[in-house]
Protein backbone atom coordinates (compact mmCIF):
# COMPACT_ATOMS: atom_id res chain seq x y z
CA UNK A 1 0.00 0.00 0.00
CA UNK A 2 1.02 3.60 -1.15
CA UNK A 3 -1.21 5.59 0.69
CA UNK A 4 -3.76 5.72 3.39
CA UNK A 5 -6.76 7.18 2.00
CA UNK A 6 -8.87 10.04 4.13
CA UNK A 7 -11.46 13.06 3.90
CA UNK A 8 -11.43 16.55 4.87
CA UNK A 9 -10.71 17.47 8.65
CA UNK A 10 -11.15 13.72 9.47
CA UNK A 11 -7.91 12.44 11.60
CA UNK A 12 -5.56 9.58 10.64
CA UNK A 13 -3.59 7.72 12.90
CA UNK A 14 0.47 8.03 11.90
CA UNK A 15 0.27 4.07 12.38
CA UNK A 16 -1.68 3.49 9.37
CA UNK A 17 0.56 6.21 7.25
CA UNK A 18 2.33 3.58 4.83
CA UNK A 19 6.01 4.32 5.47
CA UNK A 20 7.99 3.88 1.97
CA UNK A 21 11.65 4.30 1.30
CA UNK A 22 12.64 7.79 -0.03
CA UNK A 23 12.82 6.42 -4.16
CA UNK A 24 9.37 4.73 -3.58
CA UNK A 25 8.08 7.88 -1.58
CA UNK A 26 8.81 9.75 -5.07
CA UNK A 27 7.87 7.04 -7.21
CA UNK A 28 4.14 7.44 -5.88
CA UNK A 29 3.93 10.86 -5.42
CA UNK A 30 4.94 11.27 -9.56
CA UNK A 31 2.47 8.54 -9.75
CA UNK A 32 -0.30 10.26 -8.48
CA UNK A 33 0.24 13.33 -10.12
CA UNK A 34 0.36 11.90 -13.56
CA UNK A 35 -2.90 10.49 -12.54
CA UNK A 36 -4.52 13.86 -11.81
CA UNK A 37 -4.05 14.11 -8.29
CA UNK A 38 -2.92 17.34 -6.78
CA UNK A 39 -0.01 18.13 -3.92
CA UNK A 40 -1.44 20.27 -1.46
CA UNK A 41 1.84 19.76 0.76
CA UNK A 42 5.53 17.98 1.59
CA UNK A 43 5.51 18.55 5.93
CA UNK A 44 8.79 17.86 7.36
CA UNK A 45 9.12 16.62 11.29
CA UNK A 46 12.34 16.83 12.66
CA UNK A 47 12.64 13.02 14.48
CA UNK A 48 15.77 11.74 16.81
CA UNK A 49 17.01 9.58 13.40
CA UNK A 50 16.61 12.61 10.39
CA UNK A 51 13.40 14.19 9.32
CA UNK A 52 10.43 12.49 8.53
CA UNK A 53 8.87 13.33 5.00
CA UNK A 54 4.71 13.21 4.77
CA UNK A 55 2.81 14.30 1.45
CA UNK A 56 -0.38 15.20 1.23
CA UNK A 57 -2.41 14.79 -1.74
CA UNK A 58 -5.84 15.78 -3.27
CA UNK A 59 -7.84 13.48 -5.69
CA UNK A 60 -10.94 16.01 -6.27
CA UNK A 61 -12.62 13.19 -7.97
CA UNK A 62 -13.33 10.73 -5.13
CA UNK A 63 -13.22 14.04 -2.65
CA UNK A 64 -10.39 12.37 -0.94
CA UNK A 65 -6.87 13.34 0.38
CA UNK A 66 -4.16 10.56 0.36
CA UNK A 67 -1.18 10.93 2.59
CA UNK A 68 2.21 8.75 2.77
CA UNK A 69 5.39 9.13 4.41
CA UNK A 70 9.83 8.60 4.10
CA UNK A 71 12.14 9.08 6.27
CA UNK A 72 15.28 10.93 5.44
CA UNK A 73 18.72 12.23 6.36
CA UNK A 74 19.27 16.20 6.48
CA UNK A 75 22.52 15.16 3.55
CA UNK A 76 19.66 13.37 1.85
CA UNK A 77 19.45 14.26 -2.20
CA UNK A 78 17.06 13.25 -4.87
CA UNK A 79 16.22 14.17 -8.46
CA UNK A 80 13.46 16.88 -8.39
CA UNK A 81 10.23 16.03 -8.93
CA UNK A 82 9.20 20.03 -10.62
CA UNK A 83 11.11 18.38 -14.09
CA UNK A 84 8.37 15.58 -14.04
CA UNK A 85 5.43 17.94 -12.15
CA UNK A 86 6.02 21.49 -12.07
CA UNK A 87 3.19 21.94 -9.16
CA UNK A 88 5.54 20.48 -7.16
CA UNK A 89 8.02 23.47 -7.08
CA UNK A 90 6.90 25.61 -4.16
CA UNK A 91 6.90 22.39 -1.92
CA UNK A 92 9.82 21.15 -2.79
CA UNK A 93 11.60 24.92 -2.42
CA UNK A 94 9.88 25.05 1.10
CA UNK A 95 11.36 21.43 1.86
CA UNK A 96 14.90 22.48 1.02
CA UNK A 97 14.26 25.73 3.17
CA UNK A 98 13.09 23.80 6.24
CA UNK A 99 15.65 20.37 6.23
CA UNK A 100 18.54 20.81 3.72
CA UNK A 101 17.39 18.11 2.14
CA UNK A 102 18.49 18.97 -1.77
CA UNK A 103 15.85 18.20 -5.04
CA UNK A 104 18.70 18.06 -7.73
CA UNK A 105 17.84 19.58 -11.27
CA UNK A 106 14.68 21.93 -9.46
CA UNK A 107 14.56 24.66 -11.86
CA UNK A 108 14.28 27.56 -9.71
CA UNK A 109 15.55 26.38 -6.51
CA UNK A 110 15.52 29.58 -4.30
CA UNK A 111 14.44 30.96 -1.38
CA UNK A 112 10.92 31.51 -0.99
CA UNK A 113 9.96 32.51 2.46
CA UNK A 114 13.66 32.89 4.23
CA UNK A 115 15.79 35.31 2.18
CA UNK A 116 18.61 33.66 4.13
CA UNK A 117 21.65 36.55 4.06
CA UNK A 118 21.31 40.22 2.69
CA UNK A 119 18.52 40.56 0.31
CA UNK A 120 21.55 41.87 -2.35
CA UNK A 121 22.95 38.34 -2.48
CA UNK A 122 19.66 36.86 -3.76
CA UNK A 123 20.39 34.58 -7.33
CA UNK A 124 18.05 36.84 -9.81
CA UNK A 125 17.58 35.18 -13.31
CA UNK A 126 19.24 38.09 -15.78
CA UNK A 127 19.58 37.82 -19.31
CA UNK A 128 22.35 39.77 -21.19
CA UNK A 129 21.50 41.77 -24.30
CA UNK A 130 22.56 45.45 -24.75
CA UNK A 131 18.91 45.68 -26.08
CA UNK A 132 17.66 44.77 -22.92
CA UNK A 133 16.88 46.54 -19.29
CA UNK A 134 15.93 46.01 -15.58
CA UNK A 135 13.58 47.60 -14.31
CA UNK A 136 13.17 46.85 -10.13
CA UNK A 137 10.51 47.67 -7.63
CA UNK A 138 10.00 47.16 -4.11
CA UNK A 139 10.36 46.02 -1.66
CA UNK A 140 9.30 49.46 0.20
CA UNK A 141 6.02 50.45 -2.17
CA UNK A 142 3.88 53.64 -1.80
CA UNK A 143 0.71 53.42 0.67
CA UNK A 144 0.02 50.23 3.15
CA UNK A 145 0.88 47.80 0.50
CA UNK A 146 3.57 44.40 1.80
CA UNK A 147 7.07 44.24 1.55
CA UNK A 148 7.96 42.41 -2.04
CA UNK A 149 10.90 42.90 -4.43
CA UNK A 150 9.84 42.64 -8.37
CA UNK A 151 12.43 42.68 -10.80
CA UNK A 152 11.34 42.86 -14.42
CA UNK A 153 13.60 42.79 -17.73
CA UNK A 154 12.20 44.53 -20.22
CA UNK A 155 13.15 45.01 -24.20
CA UNK A 156 11.22 48.72 -24.25
CA UNK A 157 8.12 48.55 -22.36
CA UNK A 158 7.75 44.62 -23.34
CA UNK A 159 8.16 42.32 -20.11
CA UNK A 160 10.18 39.27 -21.15
CA UNK A 161 10.22 38.07 -17.55
CA UNK A 162 9.62 38.80 -13.75
CA UNK A 163 11.09 37.44 -11.06
CA UNK A 164 8.98 38.16 -7.47
CA UNK A 165 11.28 38.16 -4.27
CA UNK A 166 8.98 37.64 -0.80
CA UNK A 167 10.53 36.78 2.16
CA UNK A 168 10.66 39.62 3.80
CA UNK A 169 8.52 39.56 7.25
CA UNK A 170 8.76 35.91 7.93
CA UNK A 171 7.35 35.54 11.27
CA UNK A 172 7.34 32.24 12.11
CA UNK A 173 3.69 31.47 12.07
CA UNK A 174 4.18 27.57 11.97
CA UNK A 175 6.41 27.70 15.26
CA UNK A 176 4.04 30.23 16.59
CA UNK A 177 0.90 28.05 16.73
CA UNK A 178 3.63 25.27 18.34
CA UNK A 179 4.61 27.32 20.96
CA UNK A 180 1.92 29.50 21.95
CA UNK A 181 -0.41 28.87 24.53
CA UNK A 182 -4.01 27.23 22.99
CA UNK A 183 -6.18 30.22 23.63
CA UNK A 184 -3.42 32.38 22.00
CA UNK A 185 -3.50 29.79 18.97
CA UNK A 186 -6.49 31.51 17.80
CA UNK A 187 -5.50 34.75 16.84
CA UNK A 188 -2.18 33.41 15.59
CA UNK A 189 -4.42 31.57 13.04
CA UNK A 190 -6.14 34.53 11.91
CA UNK A 191 -3.81 36.73 11.22
CA UNK A 192 -1.90 34.63 9.11
CA UNK A 193 -3.14 36.99 6.71
CA UNK A 194 -5.18 39.77 7.82
CA UNK A 195 -7.24 39.75 4.85
CA UNK A 196 -8.20 35.94 5.29
CA UNK A 197 -9.46 36.05 8.97
CA UNK A 198 -12.59 33.77 8.44
CA UNK A 199 -10.77 31.74 6.26
CA UNK A 200 -7.73 30.57 7.97
CA UNK A 201 -9.44 30.59 11.30
CA UNK A 202 -11.79 27.75 10.18
CA UNK A 203 -9.13 25.94 8.93
CA UNK A 204 -7.54 26.21 12.07
CA UNK A 205 -10.49 24.95 14.34
CA UNK A 206 -11.66 22.82 11.72
CA UNK A 207 -7.89 20.71 12.79
CA UNK A 208 -8.56 21.14 16.02
CA UNK A 209 -12.13 19.31 15.64
CA UNK A 210 -10.83 16.91 13.98
CA UNK A 211 -8.11 15.80 16.26
CA UNK A 212 -10.43 16.08 19.13
CA UNK A 213 -12.87 13.95 17.46
CA UNK A 214 -15.72 16.68 18.03
CA UNK A 215 -18.68 16.90 16.39
CA UNK A 216 -20.73 20.97 15.65
CA UNK A 217 -24.46 21.31 15.01
CA UNK A 218 -25.55 22.05 11.95
CA UNK A 219 -26.18 26.03 13.00
CA UNK A 220 -22.20 26.15 13.92
CA UNK A 221 -21.55 25.46 10.41
CA UNK A 222 -23.95 27.47 8.78
CA UNK A 223 -22.89 30.62 11.07
CA UNK A 224 -18.91 29.75 9.92
CA UNK A 225 -20.07 29.84 5.92
CA UNK A 226 -22.30 33.20 6.11
CA UNK A 227 -19.50 34.45 7.67
CA UNK A 228 -16.57 32.93 4.72
CA UNK A 229 -18.97 33.95 2.37
CA UNK A 230 -19.22 37.65 3.60
CA UNK A 231 -15.41 37.92 3.29
CA UNK A 232 -15.45 36.22 0.06
CA UNK A 233 -18.47 38.54 -1.17
CA UNK A 234 -16.54 41.59 0.44
CA UNK A 235 -13.13 40.93 -0.80
CA UNK A 236 -14.18 40.71 -4.37
CA UNK A 237 -16.07 43.61 -4.28
CA UNK A 238 -12.90 45.58 -3.14
CA UNK A 239 -10.84 43.73 -5.96
CA UNK A 240 -13.51 44.96 -8.64
CA UNK A 241 -13.31 48.08 -7.38
CA UNK A 242 -9.39 48.56 -7.12
CA UNK A 243 -9.34 47.00 -10.85
CA UNK A 244 -11.95 49.47 -11.82
CA UNK A 245 -9.82 52.35 -10.36
CA UNK A 246 -6.67 51.17 -11.97
CA UNK A 247 -8.46 51.82 -15.21
CA UNK A 248 -9.72 55.15 -14.66
CA UNK A 249 -13.52 53.85 -14.63
CA UNK A 250 -14.20 55.88 -11.06
CA UNK A 251 -18.34 54.80 -11.43
CA UNK A 252 -17.44 51.36 -10.97
CA UNK A 253 -14.39 51.75 -8.47
CA UNK A 254 -17.12 53.96 -6.46
CA UNK A 255 -20.30 51.25 -6.98
CA UNK A 256 -18.00 48.36 -6.29
CA UNK A 257 -15.94 50.11 -3.26
CA UNK A 258 -19.36 51.95 -0.92
CA UNK A 259 -21.43 48.64 -1.82
CA UNK A 260 -18.00 46.26 -0.75
CA UNK A 261 -17.92 48.61 2.82
CA UNK A 262 -21.76 47.15 3.59
CA UNK A 263 -21.16 44.08 2.85
CA UNK A 264 -18.39 43.88 5.96
CA UNK A 265 -20.36 46.06 7.98
CA UNK A 266 -22.96 42.94 7.40
CA UNK A 267 -20.05 40.78 8.99
CA UNK A 268 -19.51 43.63 11.87
CA UNK A 269 -23.08 43.51 12.76
CA UNK A 270 -22.73 39.94 14.20
CA UNK A 271 -18.87 39.21 15.04
CA UNK A 272 -18.36 43.05 16.22
CA UNK A 273 -15.65 43.12 13.46
CA UNK A 274 -15.42 43.84 9.71
CA UNK A 275 -12.97 41.17 9.29
CA UNK A 276 -14.66 38.33 11.60
CA UNK A 277 -12.11 38.62 14.08
CA UNK A 278 -12.99 36.05 17.22
CA UNK A 279 -15.91 34.82 15.82
CA UNK A 280 -14.78 31.11 14.71
CA UNK A 281 -12.91 29.41 18.00
CA UNK A 282 -12.31 25.28 18.00
CA UNK A 283 -15.84 23.73 18.92
CA UNK A 284 -18.35 26.55 17.86
CA UNK A 285 -18.30 30.38 17.41
CA UNK A 286 -18.72 33.29 19.96
CA UNK A 287 -21.18 35.09 18.32
CA UNK A 288 -24.94 33.94 16.68
CA UNK A 289 -27.20 35.73 14.14
CA UNK A 290 -30.37 37.37 16.15
CA UNK A 291 -33.23 37.28 13.98
CA UNK A 292 -33.11 41.06 13.97
CA UNK A 293 -29.58 40.83 12.30
CA UNK A 294 -30.92 38.16 9.88
CA UNK A 295 -33.83 40.21 8.89
CA UNK A 296 -31.50 43.40 8.09
CA UNK A 297 -29.08 41.11 6.20
CA UNK A 298 -32.21 39.79 3.88
CA UNK A 299 -33.20 43.07 3.23
CA UNK A 300 -30.01 44.75 2.50
CA UNK A 301 -28.26 41.87 0.44
CA UNK A 302 -30.79 41.63 -2.29
CA UNK A 303 -30.29 45.75 -2.71
CA UNK A 304 -26.45 45.33 -2.77
CA UNK A 305 -26.95 42.37 -4.82
CA UNK A 306 -29.68 44.16 -7.78
CA UNK A 307 -26.84 47.40 -7.51
CA UNK A 308 -23.64 45.44 -8.02
CA UNK A 309 -25.63 43.24 -11.43
CA UNK A 310 -26.38 46.57 -12.92
CA UNK A 311 -22.95 48.08 -12.17
CA UNK A 312 -21.70 44.79 -13.41
CA UNK A 313 -23.89 44.62 -16.83
CA UNK A 314 -22.68 48.24 -17.35
CA UNK A 315 -18.78 47.76 -16.60
CA UNK A 316 -18.25 45.04 -18.71
CA UNK A 317 -19.58 45.70 -21.50
CA UNK A 318 -18.22 48.85 -22.07
CA UNK A 319 -15.80 49.59 -24.97
CA UNK A 320 -13.21 51.21 -23.11
CA UNK A 321 -12.96 49.24 -20.10
CA UNK A 322 -12.86 45.85 -22.34
CA UNK A 323 -9.65 47.96 -24.49
CA UNK A 324 -8.06 47.42 -21.13
CA UNK A 325 -8.94 44.05 -19.68
CA UNK A 326 -9.50 41.53 -22.59
CA UNK A 327 -6.02 40.06 -23.57
CA UNK A 328 -3.90 41.96 -20.70
CA UNK A 329 -1.86 39.38 -18.42
CA UNK A 330 -3.20 35.81 -20.13
CA UNK A 331 -2.45 32.99 -18.17
CA UNK A 332 -3.48 29.68 -19.89
CA UNK A 333 -5.21 26.71 -19.00
CA UNK A 334 -2.28 24.26 -19.30
CA UNK A 335 0.06 26.85 -17.44
CA UNK A 336 -2.42 27.00 -14.90
CA UNK A 337 -2.61 23.52 -14.37
CA UNK A 338 0.57 22.76 -14.70
CA UNK A 339 1.55 25.17 -11.40
CA UNK A 340 -0.87 24.33 -9.47
CA UNK A 341 -2.88 27.35 -9.34
CA UNK A 342 -6.00 27.56 -7.37
CA UNK A 343 -9.12 29.63 -6.62
CA UNK A 344 -10.35 32.54 -8.72
CA UNK A 345 -7.23 32.95 -10.62
CA UNK A 346 -7.58 29.25 -11.70
CA UNK A 347 -10.81 29.41 -12.34
CA UNK A 348 -10.60 32.56 -14.60
CA UNK A 349 -8.42 30.10 -16.51
CA UNK A 350 -10.65 27.21 -16.58
CA UNK A 351 -9.70 25.41 -14.46
CA UNK A 352 -12.40 23.92 -12.15
CA UNK A 353 -10.88 23.81 -8.87
CA UNK A 354 -12.78 24.57 -6.03
CA UNK A 355 -13.02 22.99 -2.02
CA UNK A 356 -16.23 23.53 -1.54
CA UNK A 357 -17.50 21.15 -4.23
CA UNK A 358 -14.60 18.74 -4.56
CA UNK A 359 -13.91 18.34 -0.38
CA UNK A 360 -17.15 19.91 1.02
CA UNK A 361 -16.82 20.51 4.80
CA UNK A 362 -19.17 22.03 7.77
CA UNK A 363 -22.50 23.04 5.84
CA UNK A 364 -21.06 23.02 2.00
CA UNK A 365 -21.88 18.95 2.99
CA UNK A 366 -25.35 20.37 2.49
CA UNK A 367 -25.18 23.28 0.25
CA UNK A 368 -22.75 22.83 -1.45
CA UNK A 369 -20.89 26.18 -4.63
CA UNK A 370 -20.12 24.68 -7.32
CA UNK A 371 -17.43 26.50 -9.44
CA UNK A 372 -18.23 28.39 -12.62
CA UNK A 373 -14.95 29.04 -15.02
CA UNK A 374 -13.96 31.31 -17.62
CA UNK A 375 -11.72 30.44 -20.54
CA UNK A 376 -9.44 33.28 -21.67
CA UNK A 377 -7.29 33.69 -18.42
CA UNK A 378 -6.77 37.44 -18.80
CA UNK A 379 -7.52 40.69 -16.36
CA UNK A 380 -11.18 40.47 -17.71
CA UNK A 381 -11.64 36.87 -17.04
CA UNK A 382 -9.83 37.32 -13.28
CA UNK A 383 -12.66 40.35 -12.67
CA UNK A 384 -15.71 38.84 -13.91
CA UNK A 385 -15.00 35.43 -11.93
CA UNK A 386 -15.17 37.94 -8.74
CA UNK A 387 -18.60 39.44 -10.07
CA UNK A 388 -19.91 35.62 -10.44
CA UNK A 389 -18.36 34.58 -7.31
CA UNK A 390 -20.27 37.72 -5.34
CA UNK A 391 -23.63 36.71 -6.42
CA UNK A 392 -23.02 32.97 -5.82
CA UNK A 393 -21.67 33.99 -1.72
CA UNK A 394 -24.92 36.32 -1.47
CA UNK A 395 -27.36 33.91 -2.94
CA UNK A 396 -25.83 31.25 -0.47
CA UNK A 397 -25.70 33.56 2.77
CA UNK A 398 -29.38 34.10 1.57
CA UNK A 399 -30.07 30.46 1.91
CA UNK A 400 -28.65 29.58 5.50
CA UNK A 401 -29.84 32.47 7.44
CA UNK A 402 -32.88 30.51 7.25
CA UNK A 403 -30.74 27.91 9.64
CA UNK A 404 -29.06 30.35 11.86
CA UNK A 405 -31.95 33.00 12.91
CA UNK A 406 -31.67 33.10 16.52
CA UNK A 407 -29.80 30.58 17.34
CA UNK A 408 -27.80 31.25 20.78
CA UNK A 409 -23.85 31.02 20.66
CA UNK A 410 -22.53 27.32 22.09
CA UNK A 411 -19.45 27.35 24.23
CA UNK A 412 -16.15 26.62 22.29
CA UNK A 413 -13.93 23.90 22.72
CA UNK A 414 -10.08 24.56 24.04
CA UNK A 415 -7.54 23.89 21.55
CA UNK A 416 -6.41 20.68 23.75
CA UNK A 417 -6.98 17.03 24.51
CA UNK A 418 -6.46 15.88 20.88
CA UNK A 419 -5.58 12.74 19.56
CA UNK A 420 -2.49 11.25 20.11
CA UNK A 421 0.19 10.20 17.56
CA UNK A 422 -2.11 11.52 14.60
CA UNK A 423 -2.62 13.74 11.46
CA UNK A 424 -4.65 15.72 10.26
CA UNK A 425 -5.84 17.59 7.11
CA UNK A 426 -7.99 20.89 7.11
CA UNK A 427 -9.07 22.05 3.48
CA UNK A 428 -11.34 25.82 3.38
CA UNK A 429 -11.87 27.56 0.37
CA UNK A 430 -11.02 31.09 0.90
CA UNK A 431 -11.69 33.61 -1.24
CA UNK A 432 -8.29 34.06 -3.09
CA UNK A 433 -8.68 29.30 -3.27
CA UNK A 434 -7.51 26.68 -1.30
CA UNK A 435 -5.84 27.18 2.37
CA UNK A 436 -4.24 23.89 3.47
CA UNK A 437 -3.48 23.40 7.65
CA UNK A 438 -2.05 20.12 8.29
CA UNK A 439 -1.32 19.40 12.15
CA UNK A 440 1.15 16.21 13.92
CA UNK A 441 0.31 15.19 17.26
CA UNK A 442 2.65 13.77 19.53
CA UNK A 443 2.22 10.60 22.18
CA UNK A 444 0.28 12.98 24.04
CA UNK A 445 -1.49 14.64 22.07
CA UNK A 446 0.59 17.83 21.78
CA UNK A 447 1.12 19.39 18.33
CA UNK A 448 4.67 18.89 17.29
CA UNK A 449 4.00 19.80 13.61
CA UNK A 450 1.85 22.69 12.26
CA UNK A 451 1.98 23.32 8.15
CA UNK A 452 0.06 26.30 6.55
CA UNK A 453 -0.12 26.74 2.42
CA UNK A 454 -2.02 29.77 2.25
CA UNK A 455 -3.39 29.79 -1.65
CA UNK A 456 -0.85 32.61 -2.61
CA UNK A 457 1.98 30.57 -2.54
CA UNK A 458 0.29 28.37 -5.54
CA UNK A 459 -0.33 31.05 -7.09
CA UNK A 460 2.72 34.15 -6.89
CA UNK A 461 4.47 32.29 -9.72
CA UNK A 462 1.26 32.87 -11.72
CA UNK A 463 1.36 36.60 -11.59
CA UNK A 464 5.10 35.95 -13.37
CA UNK A 465 3.73 34.42 -16.44
CA UNK A 466 1.02 36.17 -16.62
CA UNK A 467 3.24 39.71 -16.94
CA UNK A 468 5.21 38.32 -19.77
CA UNK A 469 4.74 40.08 -22.93
CA UNK A 470 2.53 42.99 -21.79
CA UNK A 471 3.44 46.71 -21.26
CA UNK A 472 5.19 47.61 -18.10
CA UNK A 473 2.67 49.98 -17.24
CA UNK A 474 -0.29 46.80 -17.47
CA UNK A 475 1.30 45.24 -14.41
CA UNK A 476 -0.40 47.21 -11.55
CA UNK A 477 -3.85 45.96 -13.53
CA UNK A 478 -2.66 42.81 -13.83
CA UNK A 479 -1.05 42.82 -10.32
CA UNK A 480 -4.45 43.61 -8.92
CA UNK A 481 -6.44 41.17 -10.35
CA UNK A 482 -4.56 38.33 -8.99
CA UNK A 483 -4.90 40.03 -5.41
CA UNK A 484 -1.72 38.03 -3.97
CA UNK A 485 -1.02 37.97 -0.07
CA UNK A 486 2.61 38.69 0.92
CA UNK A 487 1.85 38.10 4.76
CA UNK A 488 0.23 34.46 3.22
CA UNK A 489 3.41 33.42 1.72
CA UNK A 490 5.67 34.74 3.92
CA UNK A 491 4.66 32.86 7.02
Not at 64 to 74: L, W, Y
Not at 282 to 290: A, C, D, Y
Not at 395 to 414: A, I, T
Request: with cysteine; charged share 20%; net charge negative.
Amino acid sequence: MKWVETKNCKAVAISQIPLLSFDEFIEANLSSASSGLRPLSLIPLKTGKGWMIYSVMADDSSQSIRINSASAGSSLSYESMTAVCPSFHVFERILHEETGIEPLGHPWLKPLRRLNGPAVNYPFYSMKDSQLHEVAVGPIHAGVIEPGHFRFICSGEEVLHLEIMLGYQHRGIEELILSARPHARNIIAESISGDSVIGHACAWSQLVESLADVSLPREVHSIRSIALEMERAGIHLGDLSAVAGDIAYLQGAGVYGARRTLVINSLLSFTGSRFGRGLVRPGGVRFGISNRIAANIKTLFPEIKETIEKMSETMFNSSTVLSRLDNTGVLTRQQAASIGMVGPAARASGLSIDVRSSHPWGAYRYNPIHPHTMPTGDVFARAYIRYVEFIQSIDYVMRELDMVRGYPVPECLPAEHLMPDALSVSLVEGWRGEIVHCAVTGPAGELIKYSVKDPSVNNWYGLALAVRGNGISDFPLINKSFNLSYSGNDL
